[in-house]
């Protein structure tokens, strides 16, 4: 007589713990690695944003054939797109005049912000081109992450570039 064995299918509960615990232990190495990862994305996206504004306030002059300009400010840790109203050209950012139209407000915490531009001010003119050449150099470092980039603009041209390095 041949004897009938069910098949069993399914996971022994001992498997299912043992699949459980892997799991957990490769989340917990994971988890720094992943915030780490976040901060630097997060800190290059916010690059990306201040060259998107020195872009547009280029093509704003041009397009509405008017002075845009940008005003660093190091101590807020802002950067304001606006469009200057005094005429002729002062090379300044009169908060009283001139109309914003965008702001960016950098990471207080862990965030650094420094422009060698007259005046923490670059203007851009209706042909493209902007009143000087300069620099901005934006940083982040918590300890864990640090990452920086530099913005800069030629004057002829009124062109920006932006250069980004990132360490852990």
Do not use: W
């Not at 940008?70 to 101590?75: M, T």
């Amino acid at each position: 007589m041949m004897s009938k064995r069910k098949s069993m299918n399914g996971f022994t509960l001992l498997e299912l713990m043992t699949t459980v615990v892997v799991i957990g232990i490769s989340a917990a190495m994971i988890a720094p690695g992943f915030e780490r990862s976040m901060q630097r994305i997060d800190f290059k996206s916010q690059s990306k944003d201040v060259i998107s504004l020195f872009r547009m306030a280029r093509s704003e002059a041009i397009a509405t054939k008017a002075p845009f300009g940008i005003y660093v400010n190091n101590s807020d840790k802002t950067i304001n797109l606006f469009r200057e109203q005094s005429s002729p050209l002062n090379e300044i950012f009169d908060a009283g005049v001139d109309s914003v139209y965008q702001s960016i407000l950098l990471d207080s915490v862990n965030g650094y912000l420094y422009s060698d531009l007259s005046n923490s001010v670059i203007h851009f003119r209706p042909n493209g081109s902007a009143t000087s050449s300069g620099n901005i150099y934006l940083g982040y470092d918590d300890g864990n992450v640090m990452c920086y980039s530099g913005l800069s603009v030629l004057a002829s041209t009124g062109r920006s570039k932006l250069e980004y390095l990132c360490n852990y």
